[in-house]
């Protein structure tokens, strides 16, 4: 074994780190919970911390405030996972980009669109419903509606630049078309308010959004 080094060190920092990991995924999950059964002025930091089995001060050093924390539940549900890999270079947006039939990439994106709004739609719903009377919240749902533009401005210019778009159809209309459709109010209005199913609902917007911009 090299001089200088210890074993013990490189072990305890391994095993802090796992430690850290199963906290932070502790405090997420039993955060979710608290939003979707309480809404966002019901959850607090200190029931959440005692329902994940952590001290408060260790739910505020890694979401830093309440706010904090419910942005961070939203990008979970939105991918899935709680690895920090960019939402635009996750594998469903690649392999998206990489479809060349333009009807079946947007058929694609329907699906997907009804499968992650799923898990993530009930916890918008909660940031939005909190957005009029708190700050905090009122910078979440900012944020999240800034992102959402964001990447319906570059999956509109991928379907400018690839020569999809119909005669008539700009990048920019294009973009509030595909804003307009994967925002959660339509999902709230068709499945939670008209009771249509997930799948139903995934299918339509693929439609949709095919007749629209095709």
């Not at 911390?49 to 990008?75: H, M, Q």
């Not at 669109?113 to 700050?135: F, M, S």
């Not at 109010?185 to 439609?207: A, M, P």
Request: proline share 3%; glycine share 8%.
């Amino acid at each position: 074994m090299s001089p200088g080094v210890n074993p013990r060190r490189a072990y305890d920092a391994s095993r802090r780190q796992e430690q850290a990991r199963h906290n932070r995924a502790a405090i997420l999950d039993a955060a979710r919970e608290r939003f979707l059964e309480l809404g966002y002025a019901g959850t607090t930091m200190n029931a959440v911390a005692a329902d994940a089995g952590v001290s408060v001060e260790t739910v505020y050093k890694a979401f830093a405030n309440k706010a904090g924390l419910v942005k961070a539940v939203f990008d979970v549900a939105i991918v899935g996972d709680d690895e920090p890999i960019p939402l635009m270079e996750r594998e469903f947006v690649a392999r998206n980009r990489a479809e060349p039939d333009p009807r079946r990439k947007l058929a694609a994106y329907g699906r997907h669109l009804a499968a992650t709004i799923t898990r993530a739609g009930p916890i918008q719903l909660v940031v939005r419903a909190a957005a009029g009377t708190d700050a905090g919240a009122a910078q979440v749902w900012s944020q999240l509606q800034a992102e959402r533009l964001t990447g319906m401005t570059a999956f509109a210019r991928h379907l400018d630049e690839g020569g999809f778009l119909r005669a008539g159809v700009s990048r920019a209309t294009a973009r509030d078309v595909l804003w307009v459709h994967n925002s959660v109010e339509l999902w709230d209005l068709l499945v939670n308010q008209r009771g249509w199913s997930t799948t139903r609902y995934g299918t339509w917007i693929g439609e949709q959004l095919i007749a629209a911009l095709l």
